[in-house]
């Protein structure tokens, strides 16, 4: 479903991803892990199209599309959803009547129909309650006020009704108390299916005893330094990241591929 | 009137034809107030940009243009219908043609009971004792030269008296309406809205034309309110694209009164808005919300002056600017704090979204504070649009032009958002829609 083959980016001349190798079938899920600073959320917003990033070399290619023509929006016509890391708070605009607004320009880019207040209406209170978020969260601008937690939930939320085919989640995890922690994380897991692939990146072990990856890569400085079974993930939490430092040097021809 | 002499002669004729007009009238006490407004006008002329005040504000296109007085003070058939369609279903009503009162868009007029609703004409002859006890009082001519010239040329305009403990339910709309199809004219409405003990009302003033043509709106507004009283006023500014507004609203609160100002500025190609506030008496609050929204070749300038004269004394004032095109804009707003008016709780703010490398925003917030137990804070903001926020809006599916545009909206929501009569609050925002590149399909977000 996702090729990156041999990607290189680089910011204001700054390189920062320096040949990332990783291919994602439908249906599994890939945790990437890795130290501050190793490139994790760069390679998140360049799978979504951020424009502030230079592409240098390499490919995306997304169900047999070349990713890196798109733009942001085309992206996630295609099928494709970034959960952020610091979702943008957006006073003015009611949660519910956004989500319809962009679940309906992606029908819209899709040559569907756009969906009626009332189905849609029906739609979100399932959804809503799978995130076990409070429903009056809906009626208030979008993430404007709202918790931490909520925030995450309401990323899981809008995934859920988006229904996207590759999910890439941005430290979803982060910053989020034991409760909320396991409310995203069944949310992530009820989206699991056969046709539907995830890129979860995070920093800590602490999200994959909920969500069990089929794949982990380790990231540092701009490159996959180790790759393996959801194991690999206890390893780092034991060893720390610094075990990670030691062997990249000699580890990173061996991280390519996925 | 140093700068230009060929303003002087036109101000002066059209001062001397006025006076012809008047006949009779030309002896009552009112007139002798106009001829010491005008003679101060001529001599001190319009303001020019060596004043602080307007710095940033260029009179100059205005004082060129050879503006007539108008003599039409009616609609025509498509004109009426528009107009119609700027008012809310029922409610009272004044709407002013070329600044006189068009009876047959009005009503009611009542010059008795508890709610005192006429145009400024009739006033001067139905109740001149109210007239005697407030009007230029505040407005002074003496100091603001746009407020003499406005004096000078006192005819028409809304008059609004509430009775002490009078409580209106419903908003009253003043319209004001410009046509100037035969060439450039020149309109002076004069308005007095006095708020009684405890009264209570939501008064809407607008400025709107229905075609693209050239004229002036000089207005000035003065707002008293007795004390407890609590006056909700928007000021809504749609001029022609083509059109030069100074609008001058001079406020006076007694203790305990409760003023929340709404300026929204949409229209005019040449616009300045001065709102002044005295805060005369203890507890008295204000609120300042303003929004301009500007593109093109517009300039809007916002003078905003808040006295705190008494102890305990709250104002409140948020301001938003969203500029395009080569617009320009200005907010000078200022803060006094009087010796006396110690527990002053004075707060200002300032932000704008500028969206075009063209766009120029000149922002001067001031402190002036002469006490030392107060809490005052200010501030002032210019950015762009959020590269995060636009990046986030496309993530989720929404075209480049429509997250431009949903981030526009969400910037001015702020300032709309806590209008309290529902109507006008659709009303702007479907107006400030309106404003944006293909705004229409924002409409069901909102």
Redesign the interface.
Known sequence: MLEIKNLHVSVDGHAILKGINLSVKAGEVHAVMGPNGSGKSTLAQVIAGRETFEVTKGEVIFQGKNLLEMSPEQRAGEGLFLAFQYPVELPGIANMYFLRAALNAIRTYRGEDEIDAIDFLALCKEKVKIVEMDERLMKRSVNEGFSGGEKKRNEILQMSILNPKLAVLDETDSGLDIDALRVVAGGINALRSPDRAMVVITHYQRLLEYVVPDRVHVLSEGRIVRSGGKDLALELEEKGYAWIGEGAATAAPAGAGG | MAQDPGARDLYRAHFESFEKSLNGDAGAPLHSVRRKAFERFADVGFPTRREEDWKFTNLAPLMKTPFRVPNLFTLDAGARKAALDELPGDGPRLVFVNGRLDPSLSGPIESEGKVRLMSLAEAFRARPDIIEKYFGHHARHEEFSLVALNTSFVRDGAFIHLTDGAVLDTPIHLLFISTAAAGPTVSHPRNLFVAGRNSQATIVESYWAPGSDVYYTNAVTEVVLEEGAVVDHYRVQRESEAAFHTGSVTVNQARSANYISNIVSLGGGLVRNDLRILLDGEGAASMLNGLYMVGGTQHVDNRTVVDHARPHCSSNEVYKGVLDGKATGVFNGEIIVREDAQKTDAHQLNKNLVLSEEALINTKPRLRINANDVKCTHGATVGML????L??????????E??RN??T??????V??PMRDEWLRTAIERLVLARLPAGDRLR???
């Open positions: 959020d590269e995060d926020a990046f986030y809006l496309r993530s989720r599916g929404f075209p480049r429509e997250a949903i981030l909206y969400a910037f001015a929501a702020d709309i958002e069901e977000l909102v």
